[in-house]
């Protein structure tokens, strides 16, 4: 039983870094209507601006602040310098640049900071605190607390704001929108900008556990793609729970079922997709939508 | 005192000129119908006025020439397009899509009386305040594209094909709230129709376009029942 707990608050703080990846794709989903690829590379990026900081003896928190507030500047200033050309035309296309994109940060960041592992600071400690007379390392915890409030933030962004509201009316139809006034292409930088965020937030909690590399965040994307087709691309909560759910059952799976075990655990968040998507193709927390003419 | 006049304006699609001259002129409180068949270039005549299309020629509301500028801008001034095909937000509902028409706008108490006046003008869509646009039927969408465009609190309405797609009993019920939209608001109109017994229940004057050039223009009295008008429509 205590093995069972472990597995699964351990399973929730991965599935919390995969939420957080996931989170960055619905929002950049929600204003543009398109899926960033380029997403986890850039938060590996912001991580390693954060990690280049502390080396030089910024202290661990301000040095995540100021990857924060970098990566809004480097997702505004992709929208506006790179994605904006692409963005009225087909968007296969613009998705294909955002895979080019990913594998331009890879190469910058290996040729920047070369590609050997680098140690990052973890923001909370190792130790462990018993709950329930199992031990879970306040690490865990922690990036699991920090997952929530952010999906509760990005939930009252959209429901609540003016700026979500305005977010989401340029991803439905931007040419409206701007028949009602709203600055389109100041926006889309916005969502951009705060996509890139989510996904800084994501590098500085993970980069400690899996230490610092270019290609560190390559298997949360597939993760965090895998969360956001199971959770529904419209729902910040549902892609949270779905990232949970995946990696919850991915620990689970490579532990109670021997066939699988850690070698092919990569494939219990697939299977769990043709699942869902053959049952509820608007994934599990998604809302159909309805075309009326 | 005019509040929207179009000297000679010409747009293009790429190579393929589209319009070759069209003149308008809308009075404050005025509305204006804009008549033709279909590639005649109505459409574009309101696309070059909300910028969404690049014009030549003079474009000049409230004494200042707006050619040139961003579609939100445009907006900003004071003139709210009601585009053809609606253009609703499908997956915000109802609400939402009224409270984005009130972007530009901070006063909160007009914003929610406005909501009220959209509501009374449209009762069918007091039942579906929080339902997707997507849902709603293509009358209900006709009217929520008209009640948004309304939440601008705009100084013109550029409504294009208000009645495409409707029933005729739907398409009135449409015009018969634009009409009394006018009369209570005095917002001024360019009014773009296929149906020019429609439109002439709700304009003043009109003018008729032919491969994008004016071929008539006169009050609504002068121009009901004419010839030129049938043959417009009829390309005969």
Not at chain 1, 179 to 205: H, K, N, T, Y
Not at chain 2, 101 to 126: E, V
Request: glycine share 10%; aromatic share 6%; charged share 15%.
């Amino acid at each position: 039983m205590a093995t069972f707990i472990q597995l699964v608050v351990d399973g929730l703080s991965t599935g919390s870094i995969y939420a957080a990846i996931a989170l960055a794709l619905v929002l950049v989903h929600q204003a543009t209507g398109l899926i960033n690829f380029a997403q986890g590379g850039m938060a590996v990026l912001a991580a390693y601006s954060a990690w280049w900081l502390t080396a030089r003896g910024v202290p661990l928190v301000l040095a995540i602040l100021a990857s924060i507030v970098l990566s809004f500047l480097l997702g505004a200033a992709v929208e506006r310098w790179l994605m904006r050309r692409f963005e009225r035309g087909d968007p296969d296309t613009a998705v294909v640049v955002t895979i080019g994109l990913l594998t331009l940060i890879t190469g910058i960041c290996g040729w920047l900071f070369t590609y050997n592992n680098q140690q990052f600071p973890s923001l909370f400690s190792l130790d462990a605190v018993s709950f329930l007379g199992v031990s879970v390392s306040q690490r865990s915890i922690g990036t699991t607390l920090v997952i929530v409030v952010v999906m509760f933030l990005l939930q009252g962004l959209f429901a609540g704001t003016k700026l979500g509201l305005a977010l989401r009316a340029v991803a439905i139809n931007p040419q409206s929108a701007a028949f009602s006034g709203l600055p389109v292409e100041r926006l889309l930088m916005v969502g951009w900008g705060l996509a890139a965020v989510l996904g800084a937030i994501a590098g500085a909690m993970v980069a400690p556990q899996l230490t610092l590399t270019p290609g560190m965040l390559d298997n949360a994307l597939v993760y965090a793609l895998a969360a956001v087709i199971l959770g529904g691309l419209s729902s910040p909560v549902g892609v949270v729970v779905a990232a949970w759910i995946i990696g919850v059952l991915e620990n689970l799976a490579a532990v109670y079922i021997p066939l699988i075990g850690y070698d092919l655990k990569v494939a219990v968040p697939f299977i769990l997709i043709f699942v869902v998507l053959v049952i509820r193709p608007q994934g599990l927390f998604g809302r159909k939508t309805v075309v009326r003419v | 005192m005019t509040l929207l006049e179009l000297e000679d304006v010409t747009a293009f699609y790429g190579p393929v000129q589209v319009l070759e001259g069209v003149s308008l002129s809308v009075p404050e409180n005025g509305a204006v119908g804009i008549l033709g068949a279909n590639g005649a270039g109505k459409t574009t005549t309101l696309r070059a006025i909300s910028a969404t299309v690049r014009a030549g020629g003079r474009i000049v509301f409230d004494g200042k020439d707006i050619r040139g500028t961003r579609p939100d801008r445009v907006a900003a001034l004071g003139i709210a397009h009601v585009p053809e095909g609606r253009g609703t937000f499908g997956d915000l509902s109802v609400r939402e899509n009224l409270r984005v028409g009130a972007y530009l706008r901070k006063d909160r108490k007009g914003i929610a009386s406005d909501i009220d006046y959209c509501l009374d003008l449209f009762p069918n869509l007091q039942d579906r305040i929080t339902s997707n646009a997507s849902a709603l039927s293509g009358g209900e969408q006709q009217m929520l594209a008209v009640a948004r465009a309304i939440m601008s609190k705009p100084r013109l309405l550029l409504l294009d094909e208000a009645s495409l797609g409707l029933a005729p009993s739907t398409a009135k019920a449409v015009y018969d709230a634009i009409r009394r939209l006018r009369v209570e608001s005095g917002i001024a109109m360019v009014v773009v129709e296929q149906n020019a017994n429609l439109a002439f229940t709700l304009v003043d004057s009109a003018t008729v376009l032919e491969t994008g050039r004016n071929v008539l223009t006169g009050t609504s009295a002068e121009l009901r029942g004419m010839d030129e008008i049938r043959r417009a429509y009829l390309g005969g």
